[in-house]
């Protein structure tokens, strides 16, 4: 099954009399549990798409089905229900709450829901993320009291709450030292493939981009290649190497 069929995306933006055309005729698709990364100098389209395919904007023209279902037509309000439901999103900014604790960062989404969620199960599935992501014994934090590492997994966390078909991660080690970097690249790969979350990561890290299965490149609005990782990553490899190197 595809998460994502996207065919002859375009988008133009208008500002009075003037239009720019940022993407020219995007085709993507992404199987379930595949590990895509986006690469591309600024300008080049990736944001655009990222917006596109997070159901952030509705393309100017083109297809686009998430999970089987056409959402480029869909209202202002019904692709909010879209991304509650089936999208997951991880930033450069981690963007939670200063004075509210791990557990109450990550059970926000689940609040937002048309369908009112139990309280007990909103907790539950909370506790389930954080857990998920190494932060079990962190539910009673609040942001000022984790790391950047921390914060940024109570981020993944918040996105894996609602049980997305799709998470998107926009430069999320953007923020992070090397070895926490690594450390949150584990997290993406262990979910892809121990769960089969199926993850597209924009980034303009060239060894970031490595710990992905395909790596798709941008220019000019278009895609310039979409190819498999020649040489992958793996986080927990890297991790034991960068350890073998402090001893």
Do not use: W
């Not at 904007?57 to 056409?70: C, F, I």
């Not at 439901?85 to 989404?109: C, D, H, M, Y």
């Not at 389930?128 to 590492?149: I, M, Y």
């Amino acid at each position: 099954m595809n998460v994502i069929e996207a065919s002859n995306l375009t988008r133009t933006y208008v500002t009075g009399e003037v239009s720019v055309t940022a993407l020219k005729g995007v085709d993507i698709v992404l199987p379930e549990g595949d590990f895509v990364a986006i690469m591309g100098p600024s300008g080049s389209g990736k944001s655009t798409t990222m917006n596109l395919l997070g159901c952030l904007d509705r393309p100017t023209s083109g297809s686009y089905k998430l999970d089987g279902v056409e959402v480029s037509k869909m209202s202002a309000d019904q692709l909010a229900e879209i991304r509650n439901l089936k999208i997951g999103f991880v930033f450069q900014g981690f963007n939670l709450l200063a004075r509210t604790t791990a557990l109450e960062n990550v059970e926000l989404p689940l609040l937002y829901r048309e369908q009112e969620i139990p309280a007990k199960e909103r907790k539950e599935r909370s506790e389930a993320s954080l857990a998920a992501v190494g932060l079990g014994h962190r539910f009673d934090h609040v942001p000022t009291q984790l790391s950047g590492g921390e914060q940024q997994r109570v981020a993944i966390a918040r996105a894996l709450v609602t049980q997305p078909s799709l998470v998107l991660a926009d430069e999320p080690t953007g923020n992070l030292d090397s070895r926490t970097s690594v450390e949150v690249m584990r997290i993406f790969q262990d979910l892809n493939e121990q769960q089969n979350i199926t993850i597209l990561l924009v980034t303009h890290e060239p060894d970031i981009a490595q710990y992905a299965k395909r790596v798709i490149t941008f220019k000019d609005g278009k895609i310039k290649s979409d190819l498999p990782q020649k040489k992958r990553l793996i986080a927990r490899e890297v991790l034991l190497t960068m350890e073998d190197e402090e001893e």
